[in-house]
């Protein structure tokens, strides 16, 4: 018997206990010892077999970390097979997350007990695969085919209560759950309950799948895996016999198995834990929270207050004036009414989160005593460095003074006040309350203490807190300059706008550039670009169109117009006519003669300057590894997940390849397109950037 699954025998019950913490996953120690159980319980005159898991879970699924090696025997399926042949009855007790393979084990057992509290589904396709131990032949089985497609294809877990009501399981009832399975066992042999083999339940109604095919596609935005696990369910309805759809279900999920999005989204699920786990944070407590002081109650403040109200933080808004604290207290409500409407806390909660975890201020004093502070005031340094001066002023000793900015140098904001070791960068993206990712960024007199309090307040505002070093623009806005230039170089050159955006959500990406630039508002970009101004190299091609439409007061969603025309209570916006022509003037102006671009060669340019800049980025220190780079990209930038991120999508499409069209893109402009000296010793030396993910976490 494996160490992995302890084997008992208490009257007529077999006990099978998963003991492999943390989650218990099935790995293949755990595998074999589930085999090896079964097969001692029936040579034992055991009548009936427990399976459940110590610690804080059943099974939570397949061991993820044995993706992409040679499968060792018993593989799941044949297990989940020969659990289910069994001629004793077994019973499954969970609590925690029955996940994945878990849920199959479970299903293959021919009842299913859970506490209340327990969880299960089949969250394989935000892994880029599908159930493939019979999960997506079983489950309609027992829920029905609409109930199974939608657990399998959106992957989102169930409560036991709503499983019950499923008929996935057959009770749930409060308790442990190996006295709650050993008594369940114990009457199902009392009543002399027969054995119940889901494979042998007829198979499910058939529904029209090719029309519900297309709506996943277009729903995954290119993502296969929900998708193509609707048709291993077709075959469950379809199939001539059970084994012939566990057929189809394994040539399914080897597909998926073996395909760049299953590579792109289990990279996405290590790397999501891996971001906020430091090797420098090792050992370092952060510094206490309970009350935060928020500087600015415009959209930014609000929704960062909002964010810190919701984790049962003491919140004081600092605003100019009565009025605009009043402004501000309004915004916060209404974010706080969505949290109701969708459920998240009661009427009551939101009494008490406004009204008495919320406090307004028109005075620093007010700040005196809160641990952390962060301001959202306007973006500018002479106005940052007021803020930074007052509250150098009145924060009581040890307090972290933390600074929203998207761009600019939070070493000159921190000089400015005697502490700059409690100063830091906490980059919030807008709107704050929703957006996952903050840059937790960390000046050269950063004390390491304030760094670890910037991630433990990430961590309980439920955010991907990644660290960033100092440089305009930090990890995510410096790399968006870059490929957004990329585009407006394209532009000059003869591609719209509007192509542009096509061929990048054709890729995954949530919105393209240009309407990513007129939601988050023109004149953004158009006040970075002044400031810059004045640095810009005389070799840097800058495109006056952009420029152009925020000189005619539009600023895009907030004015109507901007790439796009918005209407009034429309989703989304149409080409803004007007726009072609100033694109016209530009090129005209620059005397360059428009030629046509393929939406690969748009892709494959975007992405080649999206990972060059990400290389100078991680080669610099900027980021400390690649992976924090695809983090900052997937949850602040849209980038699509079944990609993994810039980085691991270079590492996929080839560092060669990508290097060889940097060279050729260098012939046309050797400004722009200088190879990252990290992307040119990387090729050399034959490795890749998660090689250096490896090395360095
Ligand atoms: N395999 C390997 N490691 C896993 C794992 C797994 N399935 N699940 C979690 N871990 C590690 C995780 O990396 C972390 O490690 C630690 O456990 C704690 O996790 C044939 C193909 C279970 C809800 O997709 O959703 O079954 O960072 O920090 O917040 O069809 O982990 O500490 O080193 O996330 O309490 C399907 C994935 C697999 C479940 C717990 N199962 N896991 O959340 O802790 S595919 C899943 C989760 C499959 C079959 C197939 C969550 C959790 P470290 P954690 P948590």
Known sequence: MSNAIKYEK????????????????????????????????????????????????????????????????????????????SPLIVVSSMHGTALGGGLEVALSSHYRIAVPSAKMGLPEVHLGILPGAGGTQRLPRVAGTEAALDMITSG?????????????????????????????????????????????????EAIDFDVRYETLLKK??????????????????????????????????????????????????????????????????????ADIGVIGGGTMGAGIATAALLSGLSVTMLEMTDEAATAAKDRIAGNLQGAVKRGKISADQFE????????????????ANADLVVEAVFEEMSVKKI??????????????????????????IAACTKRPEDVIGLHFFSPAHVMKLLEVVVADKTSIDVVATGFALGKMLNKISVRAGVCDGFIGNRILSTY???????????????????????????????????????????????????????????PSFPDKLCEDGHFGQKTGKGYYVYEAGKRGGTPNPDVPALIEANRAELAITPRDFTDAEITRRYMCAMVNEAAKVVGEGIAQRPLDVDMTLLFGYGFPRYRGGPLKWADIEGLDGILADIMAYAKEDDYFWQPAPLLQQLVAEGRTFDDLNRENS
């Open 352 to 367: 008490a989160l406004t009204n008495q975890s919320l406090t307004l201020a028109t005075d620093y004093t007010s700040l």
């Open 220 to 289: 995954g935005r290119g993502q296969l895996s929900p998708a193509t696990a609707m048709r291993a369910v077709q075959a469950a309805c379809e199939a001539d016999s059970f084994e012939a759809g566990i057929k189809r279900e394994r040539e399914l999920f080897m597909e998926l198995m073996n395909s760049d999005q299953r590579l792109g989204m289990v990279h996405a699920f290590f790397s999501e834990r891996a971001v906020s786990k430091l090797p420098e944070l090792k050992g370092v407590a952060p510094r206490a929270l």
């Open 484 to 542: 957004r230039a990329c585009a407006d170089h394209m532009i000059l050159d003869g591609a719209s706008p509007y192509q542009i955006d096509k061929a990048l959500t054709g890729f995954g990406f949530a919105m393209g550039p240009f309407a990513v630039a007129d939601l988050a508002g023109l004149d953004i970009g158009w006040a970075s670009r002044k400031r810059l101004a004045p640095t810009r190299d005389a070799r840097e091609r800058v």
């Open 387 to 412: 803020v930074f001066t007052q509250l150098d002023e009145v924060c009581k000793p040890g307090a972290v003074l933390a600074t929203n900015t998207s761009y600019l140098d939070v070493n000159e």
């Open 10 to 85: 208490i009257g007529d019950i077999a006990v099978l206990t998963a003991q492999n913490p943390p989650v218990n996953a099935l790995g293949v120690d755990v595998r074999k010892g589930l085999l090896a159980g079964i097969q001692q319980a029936e040579n034992d005159g055991a009548k009936a077999v427990l399976i459940y898991g110590d610690g804080r879970t059943y099974f939570a699924g397949a061991d993820i970390r044995e993706f992409g090696k040679p499968m060792l025997d018993p593989g799941l399926p044949d297990l989940c097979n020969r659990i289910e042949a």
């Open 156 to 204: 989102r877990p169930i409560k036991a209560g709503e499983a019950l009501e499923k008929g996935i399981i057959d009770r749930v009832t409060e308790g442990e759950p190996r006295e709650i399975g050993l008594a369940y066992a114990q009457e199902l042999l009392d009543a002399g309950a027969a054995r119940r083999a889901v494979g042998d339940m007829p198979a499910p």
